[in-house]
């Protein structure tokens, strides 16, 4: 599902790396999160990703104080993305 940016909104991307055994708690926490669009599961280096949408600045730095809370995080990486 693709859905357009609107104007002002920002965007971005949590790549998560979790301790064993937490992802599934990580991941639940996360899609509880508000401006958290969906939080999935991977396999590779990161063990969940998160996808980001909010109104501003303030509000994304909001999601990432939360998800610095959430149980099982072991390392976080932002990836905003471009608007264009």
């Not at 991307?13 to 958290?36: E, N």
């Not at 600045?57 to 993305?81: D, F």
Request: glycine letters at 8%.
């Amino acid at each position: 599902m693709t859905a357009l940016a609107q104007e002002g909104e920002v965007r971005a991307h949590l790549l998560i790396q979790a301790h064993p055994g937490t992802t599934g708690a990580l991941r639940a926490y996360l899609q509880q999160v508000p401006g958290v669009v969906d939080a999935a599961s991977t396999t590779g280096p990161f063990d969940a990703v998160a996808r980001i949408a909010v109104l501003d600045e303030r509000a994304l730095q909001r999601v990432l104080v939360a998800t610095r809370s959430a149980p099982g995080l072991a390392r976080l990486c932002l990836c905003r993305s471009s608007s264009g």
